[in-house]
């Protein structure tokens, strides 16, 4: 698409999945990640984001669901037959929705459990304490139960179990999901740190569209199991539709009121 | 000439007349939260009447002029007849034109009262009111989120009923008043043609015209009142006028209206219609809809049905009852393996007769659902005749051909080519614009502006005069003959000739996305959106491909020599396609003219191979 496939840490391509072998979730789907950058893919509830997440990390056994044709491959080797654990040793970190973290170990305990990830690839072990200097709050808890922290905190550990891992891809699904504003930012900034000094490429899935463009160099837009729009985040911020409809830009600016919301939506053209 | 036997009566009168004489039988099925709710004749004629009630209290007078901005539904037709019962006259609008297409409908009509659907249309209306003087009420169908509109201006369809149902019971005899007055000259409907050369004109049918038109659709379409037919195709247009309003009064069969545009297919599943009108679009669309099924089948399924078709086209356009024993035989044996199937999956397995018209039609696509025993006929119209005036007769189908004229109408051929029509269904003339009408009406002779020719007493439909192209070397061309051998392809949904005072023909090419889609799915290439399929080599390829195959049926002027790919799907929000999704020519030729200009430069542009 926008680089040569050896500059591609990520290509799905065309695929297809298939819920209880009856609901078609998703249908020729294809997005690329480019090595070294944050990809956003964005849509409304039940476009199929978690959906395509999982189709690439393997999870989607565990929901009854199904890769049923095209093909996933990291860093140019096929990977959709791949099992979940080999995926993490092969350098795929899922970050997945709602803080997955094990609440009672302590926050040590949890990173330790993440270098599981680096075996078997011959690489030294990172310092839990770069996982601290981004995340200085962890250090203070790291006795503590995860399990007992706030969600912020949990979020920032399950990141901090990414770092471990020394994966080539991150997938971090809505990392702003039940975060106040100010740590979303927080959190966010941070993130955006992580794949500048660290070179890590990130796919990253949000609701929260404006904080996604921000951090973003490339984003999808996805609606009922197909992308609609794609392209640099510069240009997509620009795109009337996707002011209107994920920036939240109505048209003649200012507060919208309750009172003179429509119940019609404006036709989406996706143009551009 | 046959001469009309019809009851002598305006469509308002024929109501009151079937509300009389078959007062308890259904009439209307109304699909609601997935109930086919019925409405008898006597039903339909009450509650038209308290429309007509309720719009005089809303200040519409006699002749005044309602519009009306909805997708089909029962309320379409209570306010057409109720607007006929109180002596006014209805315009339908597209539900589907943005705001200042409407605005310019609106304003040119000079409509008092405007029903509107829904929210987003009241918001059409109100968005432009500024330029409509003439407007004094708004009736909205679903008022869904609309409490804090003025209550002066916007007025529920639910509380015009109610107001009219008092109304009558206080005085009636406003409805027996009108309808004693009324004559078969009276203007009864006006119908905006859809605009796809310059502005949009405002043809005005007469209750002569109606009648006319009715008995000619009983005569050729050979309704009957066992007859039911699902009402889905814009009602501004006078095709489905012809079979939702026209047809079913005078001849008594019962119309249905689906849940809404979207569930057209569930819906035709439901009913299994006796009749069906789809324009070419609709059957394009079905036409897809196998292939990709097909496509996904595969294996056993698809070579058998590929078979079946290629073992009975060949008769596909003898009438069953005309067919050998042979030929009998195997199509009994494809139709219980392979086209019964097809003929469920697409809702017409008890259509008795089909029909498509309003545009030109591929002739393979005809040809195909023939073929696996759809009773498919071609029609010809206009809206300045009513409707129909040509049909296929099931007994004598010829591909290409239109058929024959209606009993109630003389044609000839003009020396220009220009099909020429005298007849009652010929239109009382253009609203407000009378040089338009004198010289479409010469002599009492309607000139139709489409080019035909008479072959064994079938006529047949060259296209349309101005259309005709002649290319740099004296050439004559008929664009959409060429247009429609290009769009047969599954793959192409558009296709706009170039040729006029050019060396060679060229095309712009809108691929089928859905079609195209599956095909590079299949071929394992990567796409995301539109345009990146359009820009994909690949499918330059296969497009260039189903060029050529098109191009072995033209003759050697004809063949498109260069074509370009559209890089988006044509839109009625941009001007290209009328809301009867016809091509704008002159707005493409504009838009487009880059990309036709680099199709004529040095080398670029594919090559058909």
């Known amino acids: 698409m926008q680089a040569a496939p050896s500059d591609l840490i990520l290509q799905v391509e065309n695929i297809e999945v298939i819920y209880n072998k009856a609901v078609q979730a998703l249908r020729g789907l294809s997005l690329s990640v480019p090595r070294g950058q944050v990809v956003t893919l964005l849509g409304s509830n039940g476009a199929g984001k978690s959906t395509t997440l999982k189709a690439i990390s393997g999870l989607l056994g565990l929901e009854n669901g199904e890769l049923t044709a095209g093909k996933i491959l990291l860093d140019g080797q096929d990977i959709s037959r791949m099992k979940p654990h080999e995926l993490v040793r092969a350098g795929l970190f899922h970050i997945m929705e709602g803080r997955r973290i094990f609440e009672d170990l302590t926050v040590e305990e949890n990173l330790t459990a993440a270098t599981f990830a680096l075996s078997g690839r011959g690489l030294t072990r990172t310092p839990f304490d770069l996982v601290y200097d981004y995340f200085p709050r962890l250090a203070e808890r790291r006795n503590q139960r995860a399990g007992y922290m706030s969600g912020g905190e949990q979020q920032m550990l399950a990141i901090g179990r990414a770092l471990i891992a020394q994966p080539k891809l991150i997938l971090l699904d809505e990392p702003s999901l039940g975060l106040s504003p100010i740590l979303v930012e927080e959190i966010f900034t941070i993130i955006s740190r992580i794949n500048r000094q660290t070179g890590v490429s990130m796919l990253l899935v949000e609701q929260n569209a404006n904080v996604a463009m921000a951090v973003a160099h490339y984003g999808y837009i996805m609606e009922t199991?197909?992308?609609?729009?794609?392209?640099?985040?510069?240009?997509?911020?620009?795109?009337?539709?996707?002011?209107?409809?994920?920036?939240g830009h109505g048209g003649g600016g200012g507060e919208k009121s309750y009172r003179n919301i429509k119940h019609y939506k404006r036709r989406k053209r996706w143009l551009s | 000439m046959k001469a009309n036997d019809l009851p002598d009566l305006t469509l308002p009168q024929m109501l009151a007349e079937n509300a009389r004489s078959i007062g308890a039988r259904v009439a209307i099925r109304q699909k609601d939260f997935g109930i086919w709710n019925p409405t008898t004749w006597a039903g339909y004629f009450e509650r038209a009447s308290d429309v007509a009630h309720g719009l005089r209290l809303t200040g519409l007078g006699p002749g005044g002029h309602l519009a009306i901005l909805s997708e089909n539904r029962i309320e379409w037709v209570l306010a057409q007849l109720g607007t006929g019962l109180s002596g006014a006259v209805t315009v339908g609008v597209y539900a589907t034109s943005p705001a200042n297409e409407v605005a310019y409908v609106l304003n040119h009509a000079e409509a008092e009262v405007i029903l509107c659907?829904?929210?987003?249309?009241?918001?059409?209306?109100?968005?432009?009111?500024?330029?409509?003087?003439?407007?004094?009420?708004?009736?909205?169908?679903?008022?869904?989120?609309?409490?804090?509109?003025?209550?002066?201006?916007?007025?529920?369809f639910e509380e015009l009923e109610a107001m009219g149902r008092a109304d009558r019971r206080r005085s009636p005899g406003l409805v027996a008043e009108v309808l004693a007055r009324q004559s078969l000259n009276?203007?009864?409907?006006?119908?905006?043609?859809?605009?796809?050369?310059?502005?949009?004109?405002g043809a005005m049918l007469s209750y002569r015209n109606l009648r006319a038109e009715a008995f000619a659709v009983r005569d050729m379409l050979e309704l009957t009142p066992s007859d039911s037919h699902l009402s889905y195709l814009p009602l501004c247009h006078v095709a489905e006028q012809m079979l939702t309003t026209m047809g079913p009064i005078y001849c008594g069969s019962r119309i249905d209206f689906g849940e809404s545009l979207r569930t057209v297919q569930e819906d035709l599943r439901e009913v299994a219609p006796t009749t069906f009108l789809g324009v070419p679009?609709?059957?394009?669309?079905?036409?897809?809809?196998?292939?990709?099924?097909?496509?996904?089948?595969?294996?056993?399924?698809?070579?058998?049905?590929?078979?079946?078709?290629?073992?009975?086209?060949?008769?596909?356009?003898?009438?069953?009852?005309?067919?050998?024993?042979?030929?009998?035989l195997t199509f009994q044996f494809y139709y219980w393996t392979v086209f019964r199937a097809l003929q469920n999956f697409i809702g017409l397995r008890r259509a008795r007769l089909a029909y498509t018209g309003a545009a030109p039609i591929s002739p393979k696509i005809v040809q195909y659902f023939r073929t696996i025993g759809v009773p498919l006929i071609e029609i010809y119209g206009a809206t300045e005749t009513t409707g129909m005036v040509l049909a296929q007769k099931l007994s004598h189908l010829e591909p290409g051909s239109v058929g024959v004229g209606i009993p109630n109408a003389e044609l000839k051929i003009a020396e220009s080519g220009e099909l020429l029509i005298r007849s009652d269904v010929v239109f009382s003339g253009y609203w407000r614009n009378p040089e338009a009408t004198a010289s479409t009406i010469v002599d009492g002779w309607l000139h139709t502006g489409d080019v035909a020719e008479m072959r064994g007493g079938q006529f047949r439909i060259i296209d349309r005069l101005k259309d005709i192209m002649i290319t740099a070397g004296g050439k004559n061309l008929s664009p959409s003959e060429i247009e429609n051998t290009m769009k047969a392809s599954p793959f192409i949904k558009e296709c706009i000739v170039v040729g006029e005072q050019r060396r060679f023909v060229s095309a712009l090419i809108q691929i089928d996305a859905e079609t195209v889609g599956k095909w590079a799915e299949e071929q394992g290439l990567a796409y995301t959106t539109f345009r990146s399929l359009a820009e994909e080599p690949r499918v330059r390829d296969l497009i260039g491909r189903e060029v050529a195959a098109g191009n072995a049926t033209l003759a050697q002027v004809a063949q498109v020599r260069k074509f370009s790919l559209l890089g988006k799907e044509l839109d009625h929000d941009d001007g290209e396609v009328t809301a009867t999704m016809k091509v704008r020519r002159a707005a493409i030729y504009a838009k487009y003219a880059g990309e036709i200009e680099a199709l004529y430069g040095a080398g670029r542009g594919g090559a058909a191979a």
């Open chain 1, 225 to 247: 199991g197909k992308i609609q729009l794609n392209g640099p985040t510069s240009r997509l911020i620009e795109d009337q539709d996707v002011r209107e409809f994920y920036l």
């Open chain 2, 186 to 201: 009276d203007i009864g409907l006006m119908i905006y043609t859809s605009g796809s050369t310059g502005k949009p004109k």
């Open chain 2, 281 to 328: 679009r609709i059957w394009e669309k079905l036409h897809s809809a196998i292939h990709i099924g097909l496509m996904e089948a595969g294996g056993l399924r698809r070579r058998l049905h590929d078979r079946g078709v290629a073992a009975c086209e060949p008769f596909a356009t003898t009438a069953p009852a005309d067919r050998s024993l042979g030929q009998k």
């Open chain 2, 117 to 156: 659907e829904d929210q987003e249309q009241v918001d059409k209306v109100l968005e432009e009111r500024a330029n409509l003087p003439h407007l004094k009420r708004i009736l909205v169908i679903e008022a869904k989120g609309m409490r804090a509109y003025d209550p002066d201006l916007v007025l529920s």
